[in-house]
């Protein structure tokens, strides 16, 4: 399957110029999508590494919280021209609009080759116990269940939930449970 880019910038020279540094980092497919509807339709539908979105684009979505939860395997790269963007953590990166090349292309670099996650930071592995917590909570057990199944203590299993929130950014038991979903961890059948 070759690599899909969704590039959404309305500025024509900024989008050319992003798949041309794109191009000369890795052979992609690059998809062209300005407007919210086809760009979530297309999310809905299609298997996309990575999104490369501009701020105003994003914030004329109506609920951009759920855009960043459509495809837990798909980067998100938000194209801003201010560096005090709100709900920076969502993002795996921010990419400044008037940035130099060689502060660019490292960038794109890192994140399409899946090096940082939603923080900015190297990659976070989820640990296999993590893992297993997950699958517990997106299958509905409460905290103590959890401990009670795994044979650990109620108090680890909060820190486990704490370590998943931190590394996902996913705060909520439905994304969780979408992630879980999402990422083959459990099947759609064993959610309560």
């Not at 880019?5 to 041309?20: F, T, W």
């Not at 998809?31 to 701020?55: G, P, S």
Request: net charge negative; no cysteine; proline share 3%.
């Amino acid at each position: 399957m070759p690599f899909s880019v969704i590039i959404s910038e309305p500025s024509y020279l900024m989008k050319r110029g992003l798949a041309a540094l794109i191009g000369d980092i890795l052979h992609a497919e690059i998809i062209f999508l300005d407007d919210t509807h086809e760009l979530n339709h297309y999310l809905d539908m299609n298997m996309v590494q990575a999104v490369f979105i501009n701020e105003q684009i994003l914030n004329e979505m109506q609920d951009p919280e759920l855009f960043f939860q459509l495809k837990a395997d798909t980067r998100y790269i938000v194209l801003s021209d201010t560096p005090n963007i709100r709900n920076k953590r969502k993002f795996d990166a921010v990419l400044n609009r008037n940035a130099q090349k060689d502060d660019i292309v490292p960038l794109i670099e890192k994140v399409l080759k899946n090096e940082i996650n939603a923080t900015g930071h190297e990659e976070a592995i989820l640990s296999s116990r993590e893992q297993e917590v997950l699958k517990q909570v997106a299958m509905g057990y409460t905290n103590q269940e959890i401990a009670d199944r795994l044979h650990i203590s109620k108090h680890t299993v909060i820190s486990h939930r704490k370590n998943l929130t931190s590394k996902l950014g996913i705060k909520t038991v439905s994304g969780l449970t979408l992630y879980a979903v999402l990422n083959d961890l459990i099947p759609k059948d064993q959610i309560k």
